[in-house]
């Protein structure tokens, strides 16, 4: 009995090492057809499970040279901008984003939005908002507020800053903490944003 079982592993392993060493020399689609039939030999009772190159679709042959982008605020909007590459201040930390990214949804923190394209960089502050990186090459920009980092004066935003934080240390209330907290959240972010 245990001379029966060790030759039923010892099959076993020999098929899937025929099927490793062959695997290099085949083509993916025919070490597919392989794999399939080596499983029908082995388990002929289960479906067999599917392959990585089932789940996957083949990339563009081509990927696009400029990045498309859409930002969309309520006091600022430009649409179908093509760019080099495009940094979002994501709350998960910088990303970067080029032609031929993958698509992924991100969610933006208060800081500073930097457009390239070829040696100009145009930076904007947004507060708050969603970023959609397609991947088809466009990115769609959704901001709670866009404003042009040349355009905010420096002097307000250190007046605000310092009435906030009063706000927020004799607020009585959570609702009015909560409210002056994210003020000066986004207000310490701006203030980085125009010393860096």
Same mark, same amino acid.
């Given at each position: ?14 098929? &899937? ?7 290099? /020399?085949?083509?993916? /689609?025919?070490?597919?057809?392989? $794999? ?27 990927? #696009? ?13 430009? /649409?179908?901008?093509?760019? *080099? ?11 970067? &984003? ?6 992924? &949804? ?13 040696? *100009? ?9 969603? @970023? $959609? $990186?397609?991947?088809?090459?466009? +990115?769609?920009?959704? +901001? +709670?507020? #866009?404003?042009? &980092?040349?355009?905010? *004066?420096? @002097? ?17 209330? *959570?609702?009015?903490? +909560? ?13 980085? @944003?125009?010393?860096?």
């Amino acid at each position: 009995m245990i001379r029966r079982a060790t030759t039923g592993l010892l099959s076993r392993s020999t098929v &899937i090492g025929v099927y490793h060493r062959q695997l290099s /020399s085949i083509e993916v /689609s025919a070490a597919d057809e392989l $794999f399939m039939m080596a499983w029908k030999r082995i388990m002929p009772n289960l479906d067999p499970p599917k392959t990585p190159l089932a789940f996957m679709r083949p990339r563009p042959s081509s990927i #696009a040279s400029k990045l498309t982008v859409n930002l969309v605020s309520p006091y600022s909007e430009f /649409s179908n901008k093509e760019v *080099d590459m495009v940094i979002v201040p994501a709350t998960t930390g910088q990303m970067g &984003i080029l032609p031929g990214h993958m698509a992924s &949804i991100s969610e933006i923190k208060p800081g500073v939005l930097s457009i390239h394209d070829g040696n *100009d960089v145009k930076k904007y502050f947004v507060s708050s908002g969603f @970023a $959609f $990186f397609h991947s088809n090459s466009v +990115a769609d920009i959704m +901001a +709670a507020e #866009a404003v042009p &980092i040349e355009q905010v *004066d420096p @002097a307000s935003v250190q007046k605000q800053f310092t009435e906030f934080t009063q706000k927020l240390s004799s607020a009585s209330t *959570d609702l009015e903490k +909560a409210e002056a907290q994210i003020r000066v959240d986004v207000l310490v972010a701006l203030n980085s @944003a125009l010393s860096g």
